[in-house]
């Protein structure tokens, strides 16, 4: 079975280190070859270290890359038998045995990967792009961009609902329609760049797609539209949310969200408006956006205080969500499209942020679908254990002899 590739980056005191993962093939490649050349610009003169203990196999283009990076002094580590093997094929020659000055100081634990990258990509950001890590305003233009931006989602929505229309993405591709009826998350970018580039910031666009069997599309909206309870259904990532008012088919709501990206004690306070449409009895969906966005910075610390609207770091201005939902073949569809505006990034420094940042979305918006499935499983089984309890209360207080029908029979005769 293939491996996807992937590789992380360990930032020590003499050495900065590249620990590499899976199958490495010419997109791999790529993607190393040009990260390696902007780190190479900030790391002096420490020495490379190039992991392949993890590497499963490596493709021509790979093979081609490491040799040459071994050429120009850089010293490769593979400590099993099997990539050692790997290793010594690509360079040429037999390499040591792993010593004690490639393992405690430099070796890292497989859970403190991501760590470690993160922290390798906020050095360069701060070496190599000292304003990234400054604050932003969020300008005129951009949030044109973002409006014009919406529109033609707003369109593609409306084309969708039509009489003949798609409603559902899920239903466009028999591949990904057999997965999502299987049981199986998909997430994906939408086509096209993403994020699309805008005057002053970028723009994230991703679709999700979920099948809930054995539930009702009322099930399913009892637990969108509890607002009250967001903080229980999407903890930890949601700390506060508060219905602010409704009318039916309008809902005003806000949230205090926890924002974990590169570790920034960093919270988002944000008010939203919620848009439902009923179309028929089976399809339904809700247009969200957001209409104030505060960042809190050192949230629970003495220093905590709430930066000014459309200032700050910039890390999300606006958010803006479609929720489609149709209750067919047993089940709810469930479709939730996510689109973010944040500031910009320089594009060098986007070869190694982007990653996190595809990652980030793609993991946060199968993580709200999963959650979103885990309220609605709760909510349905506290429900039935309601009507169960309420169901042998009944029959208790019927049954003849019972002290509830005793009291009612001595009642009977005052």
């Known amino acids: 079975m293939n491996q996807p590739f992937d590789f992380y980056m360990h930032d020590g005191p003499t050495a900065f280190r590249f620990e590499l993962a899976g199958d490495l093939n010419h997109e791999g490649a790529s993607r190393l070859d040009q990260v390696w050349r902007t780190a190479s610009s900030v790391i002096g003169d420490r020495r490379l270290i190039i992991d392949m203990t993890f590497v499963t196999s490596v493709d021509e283009q790979g093979r081609a890359l490491l040799a040459r990076l071994y050429r120009d002094g850089a010293r490769v580590v593979a400590n099993s038998k099997s990539s050692r093997e790997l290793a010594e094929s690509i360079v040429g020659k037999s390499l040591s045995e792993p010593t004690a000055d490639t393992g405690a100081s430099e070796r890292t634990l497989l859970p403190f990967r991501a760590f470690f990258r993160a922290s390798a990509v906020i050095l360069l950001a701060a070496l190599v792009f000292p304003v990234v890590v400054n604050g932003a305003t969020l300008r005129s233009e951009t ?10 989602a707003n369109v593609n929505l409306q084309d969708r609902v039509r009489t003949g229309g ?10 990904r329609a057999a997965k999502v009826r299987a049981g199986e998350i998909v997430v994906a970018p939408t086509p096209g760049q993403n994020p699309k580039k805008v005057p002053g910031g970028l723009i994230h666009h991703w679709i999700g797609a979920a099948f809930m069997p054995n539930v009702r599309l009322d099930d399913l909206l009892a637990v969108t539209r509890a607002y009250d309870h967001y903080k229980e259904f999407y903890r930890p990532s ?11 088919s309008e809902d005003r709501f806000s949230m205090l969200l926890m924002n974990k990206a590169l570790f920034m004690k960093m919270a988002l306070d944000a008010d939203y408006e919620a848009t439902n449409v009923r179309l028929d009895d ?21 220093g905590e205080h709430r930066v000014p609207e459309d200032e700050g770091g910039g890390y999300i201005w606006k958010l803006y969500s479609i929720a489609r939902f149709e209750q067919r073949d047993g089940g709810v569809y469930v ?16 070869l190694l942020v982007d990653p996190i940042v595809q990652r980030v979305s793609r993991n946060s918006l199968l993580t709200s679908l999963q959650q979103t499935e885990q309220a609605v499983r709760g909510s349905l089984a506290s429900a039935s254990k309601s009507a169960n309890l309420a169901a042998s209360a009944e029959q208790l207080r019927t049954v003849p002899g019972s002290p509830s029908t005793r009291r009612s029979a001595s009642n009977g005769f005052h």
């Open 143 to 152: 949030i044109a961009a973002w409006n014009k931006y919406l529109q033609t």
């Open 282 to 302: 089976r399809r339904y969906y809700t247009i969200s956006r957001t209409t104030r966005v505060q960042e809190i910075e050192e949230l629970g610390q003495r």
């Open 335 to 350: 479709e939730l499209e996510a689109i973010a505006l944040s500031r910009d990034i320089p594009a060098l420094l986007r």
């Open 238 to 248: 949601v700390i506060q949310s508060k219905l602010i008012a409704s009318n039916g």
């Open 166 to 175: 798609s409603f559902l993405w899920t239903s466009e591709n028999g591949q």
